[in-house]
């Protein structure tokens, strides 16, 4: 079995990007002080002393106590609440609680598909599954392409069929698993079917 190497051809608009020179700065700032300068630190904002031992600790405690999970999207209302009575804001009511929302993989997904999807690109997703999947690609001009999650196939997608949605103009598969919402698995066979060189066109990335 061999192997096809492709170019990852970024979309034109990755050309506009500009780049955070603060750190620019930094290096340079660090190869100073490797020289023996004194250099005090203006670049990114980051502090010049450690963590307080108290917010480390309350950290620890926090893990240990089970506070790995969601939290509201607001903030934690036990936390809301007593600024909402001392705040002199007359809008405190724009503190109130707010719809949760999974909304901290929005972001990832969205800079994966800004910094590689052009407009009439094809992107295949799976379907039933996460809904801003579809909207980012629509907002993005590309088509999107859902792939079937059946539930005879306890809601796994069917590989042959997926290969018979990819064109020259698929730029990315969108893959989930376990799957949201349906719970369903992509086994290790076809995940090697995906990756089988056969599977997608060589002028693909």
Sequence with gaps: MTTTQTELRLAKRMSRLGTETAFEVLVRARA????????????IGEPDMDTPANVVEAGIDALRKGFTHYGPAAGCWSCVKPLRRRSAVREASKLAPMRSSSFRGKPIIFFTMLALVEEGDEVIYPNPGFPIYESMINFLSAKAVPIPLREERDFRLDV???????T??????ILNSPQNPTGGI?????VEGIAAPSAIATSWC
């Design 186 to 190: 992509i086994t290790k066979k076809d």
């Design 32 to 43: 100073l002080e490797r020289q023996g300068r004194n250099i005090i630190h203006l670049e």
């Design 168 to 173: 020259d103009r698929t730029k990315l598969i």
């Design 160 to 166: 042959d069929e997926l290969k018979s949605l990819i």
